[in-house]
């Protein structure tokens, strides 16, 4: 017979047995849930990582000197490549401490022609209205600084440019000097557009800042008039700027690298 003493007692002991049972999942479901959480903050970390050490959150440096509003990249089917192999050869990474010294003829007619995998570029200088820009291609051209160079930035987003000059690659490589800014007034930049056919020198968005960078226009686009224009690229480099063009980016947001592989092979710069 179990007296009401230990009948009191077995109930208590069984609800103690419960609460501990409850608590005991309680305590299991509060360790899975914290360590789901865990694993979501690290993966989110690590992914923020892997994105700063891309570039893709890290500045590199310069100005959108370079390109319109940022968006963000979305996927992108990638268009066939229209551009032939690279001819082999290595980049030079030669620099220099200072401007070299003006020794062109500023009356005279200078062309540039860059030789690329997607077809050839030829370009009209403005000898007379951009001295210092046009020397100091004529100078790097001569030591074979753009040969065998990338373009490495395409925008296809409210302006529309081929940027290239940079033989690493990488949209912060330079000459080791910079060349004054010129012809910021010139009569072909109304109402603040660089029309199609331009080629203008790019810059750190500060004055006088250009190095070896530069842009090639291939639609109208609206840019602050702070950009040296020194060239105008002919008909036929104008289909090899479409035809660039139409490939289309690599980030699918309008700003990266083109997916057609354009590479300078040769650079050169001739007076006539």
């Known amino acids: 017979m179990v007296s009401q003493e230990q009948r009191r007692r077995q109930l208590a002991r069984e609800k103690f047995l419960r609460q501990q049972q409850r608590r005991t999942v309680a305590r299991r479901k509060a360790r899975m849930r914290n360590s789901v959480i865990a694993s979501v903050l690290g993966v989110v970390i690590i992914g923020s990582l892997a994105l700063y050490t891309t570039g893709v959150l890290k500045d590199d440096g310069t100005k959108k000197e370079n390109a319109g509003s940022e968006v963000s990249p979305s996927p992108t089917s990638k268009a066939p490549d229209p ?6 050869g290595k980049v ?13 003829d500023k009356s005279a007619k200078y062309t540039m022609k860059l030789a690329t995998t997607c077809g050839d570029i030829d370009i009209a200088l403005k000898a007379s209205a951009a001295p210092h820009t ?13 040969d065998h160079s990338r373009c490495h930035r395409l925008t296809t987003s409210n302006i529309y ?5 940079d ?15 010129e012809n910021l007034k010139d009569k072909s930049l109304k109402d603040n557009i660089y029309p199609a ?4 020198m790019a810059n750190t968005g500060q004055k006088n800042s250009g ?15 702070s950009y040296t224009p020194f060239g105008t690229v002919s008909e036929s480099g104008m289909k090899v700027l479409k035809k ?3 490939a289309g980016e690599s980030t699918g947001g309008g700003d990266g690298a083109p997916n057609a592989t354009v590479v300078i092979n040769k650079a050169t710069v001739t007076k006539s």
């Open 83 to 88: 551009c032939e192999k690279p001819a082999e």
């Open 92 to 104: 030079k990474t030669a620099t220099w401490k200072k401007e070299p010294e003006l020794t062109i």
């Open 134 to 146: 046009v020397n100091s291609f004529d100078f790097l051209a001569g030591k074979g600084y753009f």
């Open 161 to 165: 440019v081929l940027q290239c000059g």
């Open 167 to 181: 033989p690493t690659g990488t949209g912060t490589g330079g000459p080791g000097y910079t060349i004054p800014d």
């Open 197 to 200: 056919g331009t080629v203008a």
């Open 211 to 225: 190095g070896s960078q530069f842009f090639l226009v291939f639609k109208d686009s609206q840019l602050p008039p």
């Open 244 to 246: 660039i063009a139409d």
